[in-house]
């Protein structure tokens, strides 16, 4: 059963707000990322969490910041976002991430809007 | 800088075609290739994943790789309506994979 879920499936906050994203992925898998999509644009990775090991796309902005409660829950925490900062935000999970054979599976997504 | 190339389409085609896809990339340590489907406004559904040379099908898909190269396609037979949808392309090298721009793709009735 391939299956990332992620909640909520869209989120409106103002630039003041604190809110988090949450995954979910039943699989088994022990590496978990996140990524960031703009319209008309590929996904961008902005952190991989593998065996406990965090590791960041240096672009990201501290703004976002990324926990892992356990091997099957990745949440992404925001807090004071820019508009520019509205997009569809991608959860997806993988047996490792290492490994030269395996398969990246994606979440439905959250869609982000920053008033 | 790892790249991975597509053409941004839209390539149209008309419904029973074959459609086909292709991707360029820039890194020859590249050893896993991925392609993802994506609906407008839906997250990437992966559909094909291919390692070595050669061709992979599975149903109406047939992914084709050839690292000397270093091109990777996708050929879709008995292109449907429903297979409306941006194509992207993603190679992965040791730890993360590079996804292309993507080629959209129209399937007239």
């Known amino acids: 059963d391939t299956e990332v879920t992620q909640t909520p499936k869209h989120l409106v906050m103002g630039m003041t707000n604190k809110k988090s994203l949450k995954c979910e992925q039943h699989m088994g898998h022990r590496a978990m990322y996140w990524y960031k999509q703009k319209a008309k644009k590929p996904p961008e990775l902005m952190f991989v969490?593998?065996?406990?090991?965090?590791?960041i796309n240096e672009s990201v902005p501290s703004r976002f910041s990324p926990e892992c409660p356990n091997s099957s829950l990745l949440n992404l925490h925001l807090h004071a976002l820019q508009p520019e900062d509205s997009a569809l935000y991608l959860c997806?999970?993988?047996?490792?991430?290492?490994?030269?054979?395996?398969?990246?599976?994606f979440g439905p997504g959250t869609r982000l809007t920053v008033t | 800088q790892k790249e991975v190339e597509q053409n941004s389409g839209p390539l149209s085609v008309p419904e029973g075609a074959i459609a086909s896809l292709n991707c360029t990339y820039s890194d020859r340590g590249s050893q896993s290739f991925f392609w993802y489907r994506q609906y407008s406004g839906k997250s990437p559904e992966l559909i094909m994943s291919i390692y070595s040379n050669g061709d992979k099908e599975d149903g109406r898909f047939t992914a084709q790789l050839n690292k000397a190269s270093q091109y990777v396609s996708l050929l879709i037979r008995d292109s449907q309506p429903s297979d409306s949808a941006t194509y992207l392309c993603a190679v992965k090298g040791y730890s993360t994979l590079t996804f292309g721009k993507g080629t959209m793709l129209l399937v007239s009735p």
């Open positions: 997806a999970s993988s047996p490792r991430a290492t490994q030269k054979n395996y398969e990246q599976y």
């Open positions: 969490y593998s065996y406990e090991k965090l590791s």
